[in-house]
């Protein structure tokens, strides 16, 4: 549970995630989605209640740790490092990723495991092109795939996803979709997005989410199917 | 555009990026000039350790800020603490250079370690005000233990050593200039491995942006206290090696008028290369000197308008500035291209 | 061949007033006496060491011996500044004239060193001797919390309680002190005789003083006191009334009655309208005759011994009163007087109604 | 129709660089127009030059029969060009009633049917702007424009992040405001699908340059086209692979 | 209870001379180091009127105003304008540029030395109370700054002009697009901040003195200030002041011997558990 003020925006909200599953999270907008991700990496404290991760209790953990356990996500407002290029970021990412963080002797580039990483991200999301292009001088869409970029880069064991594809164009989320499917069965997806194309052809599961609180959770047909969800949430035209 | 950027090319984009960390021509050209000036005005020596000497302060400050974003208008405490560190060794007795160098390190190292974690949380302001109010305080430290210090009329008669037993400073400063280029070319190296090391890297990735560090796994106040402390230790051998080169150190070590120079300075040649540290502490030097001989009383007219004209025209300072020009050159010649290439 | 005279003064920064009187004084000397003694032509080399900077007055030092090869080094109106050029003065053996640092133990760092300036002791002393004459019995001293004020504290309190009387309390401030009431309610609290201050002149002096005046200290009978630092000449336009009365003991005054002084005064004010002489201005002009007297002696030598031998025992009437140079110390012994701050002829003047002759500059 | 707002031959850009090139088309009073291309083709620039947020270096831009090049951006915004930015850039400092009637001019749109239209911007009008959700901030920007009551709303992605069921109610408004020509339509999106049965003509922009321009439903059965520029996917839920 | 007036109008002194600051750097997030060249501004204007031609000193304040205020607008219109967009530090930079200009400048104008101010006689003195002695020019602080800080509050942190404000300091391209006249808006408040600063300047003469070196000797203060009240918040700022005031104050008369100490310490001690000042937003 998580309370801003006095308003509630996370209420007893208990979801479990199987491990591998491809879980998404919908709900209107405000219900408290993005919330809940914050809560999970820790970028939030609870006000109540606790979070398990793989069976680890990490409600008390720092954020850092909690990536370092496996825990990623990607957020819904590009968070980037405008003035870095491509590479570079990806590369850092990579390097932390392998615990290098703390090494200061032997330059980043000189780390040919590192780079070679990073190339083969940036290529698998076909971002190659504009390697070293500053960040802050790439379009919206193609920033939006760096995020990813920096997830994948954290090898993930849970990765969780605050909508991926908002700002990427059609034909390149459905590239960006099959990236992540591409991902192995280990890994744990949860995702968070208002396209619905995209949710129903993806996940696995879904939970519902409406103001705070998990609405319904099921298989994708019967979450099309719910008339509560429907008449919050998806409205007339899908179902 | 291709989308297929599989071997050759591939391989091609990395070695560009592998080869960003050798040393470049206009680095070695760069380090020539100490070496040039050292017989090119041999009646200067002062003033070029003073060039020095401010290069390492500036580069220490560049560490901490231009790296890891951290703003400070209080680094004339370590480096104050460096000084007084060699001073007090020196009026004791224990006049070895290099073993003072080291303790000065040491000392304003550990007050770096201390002093970082009042900077964990806060904005640029409140750093800002806290890295000037622990230094404003180290400052009436040492003015009130008048008895330990000297106060304000500062420690005379501090003795050092010849350097390795052999080579003594001179009344012309050129041991002393010798001996300050050779310290600030051995930690610049450090330095310069450093910054393009992973450990560079996410430094500045937390200045960039510190929020999104955390899920990279990084432990961002960790790593801000390491570089502080190493910041620190820096700007405490600057100290040191003013305390010897000038036998004498006095308040104006820990002024508030020096950690403001060194922002400028710093700024001036431009925050984030390393290199802008060092160009700005020449030309502040060399400017102050030059100015303050020609027009003693109003200098700092002078001084005010190349700053103002510098932040209007150049910002970035000299270094970024030159970065901005070979860019935008960079996108003139591409946009050229493109108009020739789609027409 | 010239006589190359490198002078270091704060031109720009906080002291620019002090580098601005001295280099008055030596203008003035050299007006009056012409630019060539013992047959060499007089050039000044003049650096700026934009204030308390001893690394920027090192350097500056050090160029004018290695680069402008001058014969003399002069100027040094701040302590730190001194200190640090005067290893250099030793190393190459050229004469230092300090026209104004006045910490006591400047004269002890080189050798080649001679002061026409004053110690901050010999007005400390002569304000105890004052007191304890005039019945203080007791005094609480508030004074600025740097190196000067430290030395005035120590030498005052020394002087005055060996002579028997007694300090009810002290307190050292903070040098830029703009606020002085809470330590002037303490002050009021303890119920001195008299209060021996002493704070930078400028803005702490004006607050001083206001705050004085304001908590009725001065109703209350308790005699304001302290070094003539405080009602130097170049701050009295700014303090204006609100010092009226106020009694210090000092080695000049642009009110000193001398046919000298007459001469020194009524010269400074036809080259330099709307301002007045202070100490500095006859430090760099008393500086500059000693340099001319010593020359006159060697026959145009400037080396350092020479110079040096020459300027040992040198003795005479400055603007400020009968002065000489102390040949063990190289300092400058001279009359300390008392003066109590009054408007004359609607003109603030320092009056000297008392006098202590030939004071020792160091720790008398 | 009356033409209401035109770009001529417009060359614009960042700094020294270049993004639109020769840009022109014609908007008439209540008309609609869907700007279409593909990520960083230009789209959110061409809306930034209109609102005089970039760097002109050739062309015209008349509105209303006034060149508007030259002007500053406040005073487009006054003369009846409302923007909703791509990045939301909702003011952070102020709440959310303060972002809505900071901008207040006169009209037919007002805090009362702003609230309306998003009954969650009512529910949270006293938050910092920083301290919304994704598609709160979403809609308190679209919310925002329409209190300047414009002749010509400027849409940068404006479905981004919304619920489907928000998404829906949108467009109906959107379409309705068209049919009724109280308002003419910049639309900028990357579902072709669900903006082209809205609008009456489309732009595709490729590399800063039209590449096709006429009406909405003709581009909206080429599926041909689509494909072409805008990329597999645009048109159908099935995917082909590789694209140029 | 002296001591604690004493206390409070010094703190209201440190707002009266700060305040300007706080609307430069607090409600435009302009780093305006500048600050003190235009309170000197102001404290020259109101010296010379009074000892040159003799205006009373009270005639002079609107004149300590309007200079630098006019001032302010000029610089404003050339140069503060291509600034806002830059970082803290070319803010910082071409400020203390400015400072040292303005430094020089009065060297050149009106010479190294202290300007005398004389007070009428009806502000000099105290009144003596029962149990407090309250001095009048201190009361008089008191007042204007109480004045000044809610007439502030509540004509523009308050008002549509100050929504604007920040509107357009949190995003100038974006509040340009949605028609707010950004220009105007910065040119007008930063005239007021001037305007403060040489209120603040002229009304500090008395206590604080008045020479070239103004700018840089009180700068450490006047960010102290704005610092620990909380950048955005000019109530915040005059909190700060009283607090940092009475702190000094009853400080320097009980432990003496701490001296500087205590200003510097609060001020430390505040921006470690409050970093954000202790009215303040995070921000920027
Ligand atoms: N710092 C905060 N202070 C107060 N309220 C907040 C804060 N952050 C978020 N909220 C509120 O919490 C609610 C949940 O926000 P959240 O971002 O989790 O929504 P969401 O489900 O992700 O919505 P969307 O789909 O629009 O992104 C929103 O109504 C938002 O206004
Ligand atoms: N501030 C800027 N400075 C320099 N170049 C920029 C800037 N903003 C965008 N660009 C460049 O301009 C081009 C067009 O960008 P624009 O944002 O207009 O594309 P878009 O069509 O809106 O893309 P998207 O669908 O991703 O929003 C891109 O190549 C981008 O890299
Ligand atoms: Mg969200
Ligand atoms: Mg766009």
Redesign the pocket.
């Known amino acids: 549970m998580r309370t801003?003020?006095g308003?509630v925006?996370t209420d007893h909200v208990n979801l479990v995630v199987e491990p591998g599953a491809r879980h998404a999270l919908i709900?209107p907008?405000?219900?408290?989605?993005?919330?809940?991700i914050n809560l999970l990496t820790g970028y939030l404290e609870p006000s109540a209640g606790r979070v398990e991760l793989l069976g680890q209790d990490v409600t008390t953990m720092a954020q850092h740790e909690r990536c370092r356990q496996g825990l990623v996500r990607t957020f819904?407002i590009n968070q980037l490092f405008a003035d870095m290029t491509v590479l570079e970021s990806v590369a850092m990412a990579v390097s932390e990723q392998r615990g290098l963080g703390t090494r200061w002797w032997k330059p980043l580039a000189g780390h040919g495991e590192v780079v070679d990483q990073a190339a083969a991200i940036l290529e698998r999301l076909k971002l190659l092109p504009d390697a070293y292009e500053r960040t802050r001088n790439l379009a919206y869409g193609r920033q939006r795939l760096i995020e990813i970029a920096l997830a994948l880069a954290m090898r993930p064991k849970v990765l969780l996803l605050d909508e991926p594809a908002a700002g990427v164009p059609t034909s390149e989320s459905q590239e960006l979709f099959e990236t992540i499917a591409e991902l192995p069965r280990e890994v744990t997806i949860v995702l968070?997005e208002?396209d619905m194309n995209l949710v129903f052809r993806f996940a696995e599961r879904i939970s519902v989410?409406v103001s705070g609180a998990i609405l319904v959770e099921g298989a994708p047909d019967m979450i099309a199917q719910h008339p509560r969800v429907k008449e919050v949430y998806l409205g007339e035209s899908h179902g | 555009m291709t989308t297929s950027i599989r071997g050759t090319a591939n391989a091609d984009v990395l070695t560009r990026f592998r080869r960003s960390a050798h040393w470049k021509p206009l680095e070695y050209a760069f380090w020539c000039l100490p070496v040039l000036a050292y017989f090119a005005f041999p009646g200067n020596y002062l003033l070029l350790s003073q060039i020095a000497i401010t290069g390492l302060f500036a580069l220490s400050l560049d560490l901490i800020f231009g790296y890891a974003g951290v703003i400070s208008l209080g680094h004339a405490a370590f480096f104050g603490v460096g000084a007084y560190t060699v001073g007090l060794m020196g009026s004791h007795g224990w006049s070895d250079p290099l073993l003072g160098l080291l303790l000065a390190a040491l000392f304003a190292g550990i007050v770096g370690f201390l002093s970082s974690f009042l900077l964990l949380r806060g904005s640029d302001l409140s750093r800002l005000m806290v890295t000037l109010g622990v230094a404003l305080m180290f400052f009436e430290l040492a003015n009130k233990l008048t008895r330990i210090t000297g106060g304000v009329d500062g420690l005379p008669g501090i003795t050092i050593g010849p350097i390795l037993g052999v080579f003594d400073f001179d009344m012309f400063g050129r041991t002393g200039y010798i001996y300050s280029v050779v310290v600030l070319f051995v930690l610049f190296w450090l330095a310069r491995r450093l910054v393009r090391s992973p450990f560079g890297q996410s430094l500045r990735g937390i200045r960039m942006n510190a929020l999104r560090m955390p899920a990279l796994g990084v432990p961002v106040n960790r790593r801000l206290v390491k570089i502080y402390t190493i910041g620190a230790a820096y700007a405490g051998a600057a100290g040191a090696l003013l305390a010897q080169t000038n036998q004498f150190v006095s308040l104006d070590v820990l002024s508030f008028q020096r950690s403001a120079d060194l922002l400028l300075i710093l700024i001036l040649g431009g925050a984030g290369h390393l290199y802008g540290g060092l160009i700005g502490a020449v030309v502040f030097v060399v400017l102050h000197d030059q100015l303050s001989d020609l027009n003693p009383q109003y200098w700092q007219f002078w001084l005010g308008l190349i700053l103002v004209l510098l932040v209007l025209f150049a910002r970035g300072g000299i270094l970024g500035t030159a970065q901005q020009w070979i860019e935008s050159r960079r996108q003139r010649t591409q946009a050229r291209q493109r108009a020739g290439s789609t027409s | 061949k010239d006589l190359k005279i490198g002078l270091v003064l704060s031109i720009s920064g906080p002291f620019a007033d002090y580098g601005k009187q001295i280099r008055r004084g030596i203008d003035l000397y050299m007006a009056e006496h012409g630019d060539t003694v013992a047959g060499r032509k007089v050039q000044l080399i003049v650096k700026d060491d934009t204030g308390i900077a001893p690394q920027i007055a090192k350097r500056e030092s050090q160029q004018l011996i290695i680069n402008d090869k001058v014969d003399i080094l002069a100027g040094y109106d701040l302590t730190p500044n001194a200190f640090s050029a005067a290893p250099l003065a030793t190393e190459a053996k050229v004469p230092m004239v300090v026209m104004n640092a006045a910490t006591a133990s400047v004269v002890e760092k080189s050798p080649y060193i001679v002061r026409t300036s004053m110690t901050m002791p010999q007005s400390a002393w002569a304000m105890a001797q004052w007191a304890h004459a005039n019945k203080v019995k007791s005094a609480y001293i508030v004074v600025a919390d740097y190196g000067p004020g430290h030395d005035s504290q120590a030498v005052f309190t020394k002087t005055f309680t060996g002579l028997g009387g007694k300090i009810v309390g002290e307190v050292r401030t903070p040098v830029n002190t703009t606020d002085y009431s809470p330590f002037l309610q303490r002050l009021k609290d303890a119920k001195p005789d008299a209060a021996y201050f002493f704070v930078p002149p400028g803005s702490s002096m004006v607050a001083l003083s206001k705050g004085f005046r304001e908590l009725g200290l001065d109703k209350l009978g308790i005699k304001e006191m302290g070094p003539g630092d405080m009602t130097d000449e170049s701050s009295l336009a700014a303090l204006g009334d609100a010092a009226l009365g106020f009694i210090t003991a000092f080695h000049y005054s642009d009110a000193h009655d001398s046919p000298e002084n007459k001469a020194f005064t009524a010269a400074y004010a036809k080259a330099y309208k709307d301002d007045r002489p202070n100490f500095m201005t006859v430090g760099g002009y008393d500086g500059m005759h000693v340099i001319y007297e010593a020359l006159k002696k060697t026959k145009g030598d400037a080396s350092g011994d020479a110079f040096i031998a020459a300027v040992k025992g040198l003795k005479w009437i400055s603007p400020r009163g009968p002065v000489e140079i102390d040949p063990k110390t190289r300092d400058i012994v001279q009359n300390e007087y008392i003066r109590k701050l009054e408007r004359v002829d609607g003109v603030l003047k320092n009056v000297e109604f008392d006098t202590f002759k030939a004071v020792n500059p160091q720790t008398p | 129709m009356a033409e209401l707002l035109r770009m001529e031959q417009v060359w614009a850009g960042y700094g020294d660089a270049i993004i639109l090139e020769d840009v022109s088309f014609t908007l008439a009073a209540g008309d609609s127009l869907a700007l279409l291309g593909r990520n960083g083709m230009g789209k959110t620039t061409l809306l930034a030059t209109l609102m005089g947020a970039t760097r002109l270096r050739r062309g015209r831009i008349p509105f209303e029969g006034r060149d508007i090049a030259t002007l500053p951006s406040h005073q487009r915004a006054r003369a009846g060009l409302g923007w909703v930015p791509q990045e939301r850039d909702i003011f952070r400092s102020l709440t959310v009633e303060e972002n809505l009637t900071v901008v207040a001019r006169p009209g037919e749109w007002n805090l009362a049917r702003v609230y309306e239209m998003f009954p969650r911007l009512q529910e949270?009008r006293a938050?910092m702007g920083n301290?919304?959700?994704?598609?709160?901030q979403q809609m308190l920007a679209m919310g925002r424009a329409l209190m300047l009551n414009p002749k010509v709303l400027l849409l940068d992605e404006p479905l981004e992040?919304l619920?489907p069921i928000i998404v829906q109610e949108l467009l109906h408004i959107i379409d309705r405001m068209v049919r009724s020509g109280s308002m003419a339509v910049v639309l900028v999106e990357q579902h072709a699908r669900q903006i082209l049965p809205i609008t009456r003509q489309a732009l595709v922009l490729e590399r800063g340059r039209v590449v096709h321009a006429g009406p909405s439903d003709a581009l909206l059965r080429d599926d041909a086209a689509l494909d072409a520029w805008l990329g597999a996917g645009a048109t159908s839920e099935s995917n082909h692979e590789t694209t140029q | 209870m002296t001591i604690l007036f004493d206390g409070i109008a010094s703190g209201m002194l440190l707002f009266l001379i700060s305040v300007g600051l706080s609307v430069t750097l607090g409600l435009m997030n302009f780093v305006n180091l500048a600050h003190g060249a235009f309170a000197m501004i102001g404290g020259y204007a109101c010296v010379v009127l009074l000892n040159d031609y003799g205006v009373p000193f009270l005639a002079t304040l609107p004149f300590a105003v309007l200079v630098p205020a006019l001032v302010g607008i000029v610089l404003e219109r050339t140069l503060y304008r291509r600034l806002y967009a830059a970082s803290d530090l070319d803010q910082v930079l071409f400020s203390l540029g400015l400072v040292f200009m303005a430094v020089a400048g009065a060297h050149y104008f009106f010479g190294a030395q202290q300007q005398p101010l004389h007070l009428p006689d009806f502000l000099k003195g105290q009144i003596h109370l029962p149990g407090l002695d309250v001095g009048v020019y201190r009361l008089f602080l008191v007042i204007v700054g109480l004045v000044v800080a809610f007439g502030l509050q509540w004509s523009v942190v308050k008002t549509a002009f100050g929504a604007r404000l920040r509107a357009a300091v949190d995003n100038q391209r974006v509040a340009r697009g949605m028609g707010i006249d950004v220009n105007r808006v910065f040119s007008l408040t930063f005239a007021l901040g001037s305007a403060l600063a040489g209120l603040g300047g002229a009304l500090g003469v008395e206590m604080l003195g008045l020479d070239p070196e103004f700018p840089v000797k009180y700068l450490v203060y006047f960010l102290i200030v704005v610092s620990v009240g909380g950048s955005g918040n000019i109530l915040g700022s005059l909190y700060a002041a009283i607090l940092l005031g009475v702190a000094d104050v009853v400080g320097k008369y009980y432990i003496p011997q701490i001296g500087a100490f205590i200003i510097y310490a609060v001020m430390v001690a505040t921006l470690i558990f409050r970093p954000h000042g202790l009215f303040g937003r995070a921000h920027k």
């Open positions: 801003f003020g308003f925006a709900g907008n405000g219900a408290g989605k993005t919330t809940l819904q968070i208002h989410l | 949270r938050n301290q919304l959700s994704g598609g709160e992040g619920a």
